[in-house]
């Protein structure tokens, strides 16, 4: 069975523009989790979305947004860039995000915002 | 807030054991988790424990007891690839959404 993926891997932007991350899950999980980690604040929890509505929110700017479409792929979206969002994002999926369902992290897109 | 503490760093001998505490104080409890991660790489899932005892998984264990709100990961027979950060979260609520603590960089020696 196919892991979690996300695109693109490396990302380089400028301040004030905006990025949009892909996560496809493991085929059969219905719960996408987002996670921010930077060397400062170690893993964040940004947001996760379940049969396309969110679920959990973190405590992040309304710049940092995200989707979920039917097939359970989710997309996040950050608006105005700033310096310091310049970190590694993480999904990471469960089948539920119920206790008892394990979570699997995709391999992260590190973004760069020079 | 979510309090979840466990060593900042951690040295051991190759073959040896090392064992990775994690205290944590939670609105709620569905579950904790161990992650290892490599520098520059994506956490890798390595246990998940919700009821109290020890779960087992060739040389990683995991150790969980609600009501003293402590875990425990035990590695044995270290090996040099074991060099890594020990993550332990939290599932606080139902959902997807994991509090982490900071990590313990554990460094194997030969």
């Given amino acids: 069975k196919a892991g979690v993926t996300q695109t693109p891997r490396y990302l380089i932007k400028t301040r004030g523009q905006q990025v949009t991350l892909s996560c496809s899950p493991i085929s059969g999980h219905r719960s996408v989790s987002w996670y921010q980690q930077t060397p400062g604040q170690g893993l964040q929890f940004l947001f996760e979305y379940f049969s396309e509505t969110q679920r959990n929110k973190g405590n992040f700017p309304g710049r940092f947004s995200g989707r979920q479409f039917s097939n359970s792929r989710s997309e996040m979206n950050v608006s105005t860039l700033e310096l310091g969002d310049s970190a590694l994002y993480l999904c990471a999926s469960s089948l539920a995000g119920l206790a008892g369902d394990e979570q699997y992290f995709g391999p992260g897109t590190r973004l760069t915002v020079t | ?110």
């Fill in chain 2, 1 to 110: 807030g979510q309090n979840i503490d466990q060593p900042t760093e951690m040295t051991a001998t190759e073959g040896a054991i090392v064992q990775i505490n994690c205290t944590y104080q939670t609105s709620g409890f569905n579950g904790l988790f161990w992650y290892q991660q490599h520098a520059g790489e994506a956490p890798t899932f390595l246990s998940y424990n919700v009821l109290d005892g020890l779960e087992e998984k060739g040389r990683f264990s995991s150790f969980l007891s609600r009501s003293k709100g402590y875990s425990y990961l035990l590695l044995k027979e270290l090996q040099m690839k074991d060099s890594a950060s020990y993550l332990c979260a939290v599932r606080v609520t139902e959902g997807g959404k994991l509090s982490f603590g900071a990590g313990t960089t554990v460094t194997v020696r030969a």
